[in-house]
């Protein structure tokens, strides 16, 4: 148990169907991110939120919507996805960096959402 | 840009044998150096990291020490067990916003 939630553990979405993935932490962290990890692929950044704002988009399709309301909360809303957007959507948290030596690096993360686009 | 390159696995070892696997790296700045573990069905964790050259990050049995002169950080341990089959993943930042570069994983398998 790392403090950080992920639900639904796994889906299956058709090409025309909205869905969303949630991520939940009570870590008291800041920072919350979603990863994307494929197989045979290094693990892919998609977005950061630092104090409930968006910090990095890593030119995600806009198929994938973010959404942070709060800090302890991380939506990715999922819309007319492909096949090829099947993967291990992780969800992470964190303290922002404290400085360039600080306390960085390490993430928390879920268990993941496992997404099959049929 | 920051890259990091790891050895392509599976790495399948016997119980007790001795484990390596290697870890490259490249980046624009002075990087924190870090291995996460993904056990089957979860997500990853922190197994252990280093800030500055010549630093030794240990945990579990694990070490890695930062090589700043060849730019590795390889990751050991003496003897591994079943239950350290996992796939490892080799990360570097190089700034305060925790903003990680992931290698593409080594799936480590142990046998009885």
């Known amino acids: 148990e790392t403090g950080v939630t992920q639900t639904p553990r796994h889906l299956v979405m058709g090409m025309t169907n909205k869905k969303s993935l949630k991520c939940e932490q009570h870590l008291g962290h800041n920072a919350m991110y979603w990863y994307k990890q494929s197989a045979k692929k290094p693990l892919e950044l998609m977005f950061v939120?630092?104090?409930?704002?968006?910090?990095e988009n890593n030119s995600v399709p806009s198929r994938f919507s973010p959404e942070c309301p709060n800090s302890s909360h991380l939506f990715l809303h999922l819309h007319t996805l492909q096949p090829e957007d099947s993967a291990l959507y992780l969800c992470?948290?964190?303290?922002?960096?404290?400085?360039?030596?600080?306390?960085?690096?390490?993430?928390?993360f879920g268990e993941g959402s496992r997404l099959t686009v049929l | 840009g920051n890259s990091v390159t790891q050895m392509e696995g599976p790495v399948t070892l016997s119980e007790e044998a001795f484990l390596t696997i290697n870890c490259t790296y490249t980046a624009t700045g002075y990087p924190s150096l870090f291995w996460y573990v993904q056990y089957p069905g979860e997500g990853l964790q922190l197994l252990l990291k280093?800030?500055?050259?010549?630093d030794k990050g240990s945990n579990k049995g694990f070490e890695a020490t930062y090589r700043k002169e060849t730019t590795s950080f390889h990751l050991e341990k003496g003897s591994v067990q079943v239950s350290d089959s996992a796939v490892y993943f080799c990360a570097l930042t190089t700034n305060a916003g925790n903003m990680l570069t992931f290698g593409g994983g080594t799936r480590l398998m142990v046998k009885p």
């Open positions: 280093a800030t500055k050259a010549d």
């Open positions: 939120y630092n104090f409930k704002e968006q910090t």
């Open positions: 992470a948290s964190s303290h922002p960096g404290l400085g360039p030596r600080g306390d960085t690096g390490e993430l928390f």
